[in-house]
Nanobody, 119 residues
Framework: QVALRESGGASVQSGGSLNLSCVVS????????LGWFRQGLGQEREEVAM???????SVADSLKGRFTISRDLRKSTLYLQMNSLKTEDTGMYYC?????????????WGQGTQVTVSA
């Protein structure tokens, strides 16, 4: 049974850093992709970063250099390190899981963790 639980969201000042965590139950590292998404108030949800089943990480072009995605297989945990935070990074951050061979849809989601960046 798949379950995802995010943590680590907080209120920080611009320029600060946060490290989000997502504990994943039912994760099979060579079957599933894991991803981070975010949604600002009144905005559409966007993909932030993902790790494919082969461990290859990718980060949205606009966030490269500031955000890093990683995973700890022993802890079955996904991380998102966010540095040099900006006010526009404010939003709810979600982790998600999908089978790598099941197309682009992400069927499993966590409840989200709130990140608020103030000027």
């Amino acid at each position: 049974q798949v379950a995802l639980r995010e943590s680590g969201g907080a209120s920080v000042q611009s320029g600060g850093s946060l490290n989000l965590s997502c504990v994943v139950s039912g994760y099979i590292y060579n079957v599933h992709d894991l991803g981070w998404f975010r949604q600002g108030l009144g905005q559409e949800r966007e993909e932030v970063a993902m790790i494919a089943r082969d461990g290859f990480p990718s980060v949205a072009d606009s966030l490269k250099g500031r955000f890093t995605i990683s995973r700890d297989l022993r802890k079955s945990t996904l991380y998102l390190q966010m540095n040099s935070l900006k006010t526009e990074d404010t939003g709810m951050y979600y982790c998600a899981l999908r089978r790598s061979d099941a197309g682009s849809t992400w069927p499993y989601w966590g409840q989200g963790t709130q990140v608020t960046v103030s000027a």
